[in-house]
């Protein structure tokens, strides 16, 4: 049984394509987010902007090979650490660079019921 798992898993994978992600940065900030063929990975910049899809182009991975997450639109590119900044949710949320994310000044409730944030109230809402 394991051995035909296996098999099958090799053949589910052959002849699966994979592609490239790259997303344009307008002013810092992802303004779309494209697909490119790997063979076309290395120089992905180049061949967005022959295609005339003129800028800056920024490679982007969905499974974290590399950067800390996929590049949304709204998202910040910050240079410095070649990583893509959510954009922030609310006035009231503060960025954590050790968790690379957005914090609420209050923490999630741990009663496992489920909750939204209200920034009128700056406090979580049950729903």
Do not use: C, R
């Not at 063979?39 to 800028?55: I, K, W, Y």
């Not at 949710?89 to 609420?104: G, I, Q, V």
């Amino acid at each position: 049984m394991v051995d035909q798992a296996v098999q099958v898993s090799a053949s589910l994978s052959i002849g699966v394509k994979h592609m490239a992600h790259f997303a344009k940065i307008v002013d810092g900030i992802v303004t779309n987010v494209v697909v490119v063929d790997n063979q076309h990975e290395a120089n992905g910049e180049a061949f967005l902007n022959s295609l005339g899809l003129e800028g800056k182009w920024v490679q982007t991975s969905y499974n974290a090979n590399f950067g800390k997450k996929f590049a949304a639109i709204g998202d910040t590119y910050v240079a410095s650490t070649g990583n893509f900044k959510p954009a922030q949710p609310f006035a009231s949320w503060t960025w954590s660079a050790a968790e690379w994310n957005w914090k609420a000044p209050k923490s999630y409730p741990t009663d496992g019921q489920a909750y939204i944030w209200n920034e009128e109230l700056t406090d979580w809402v049950e729903i």
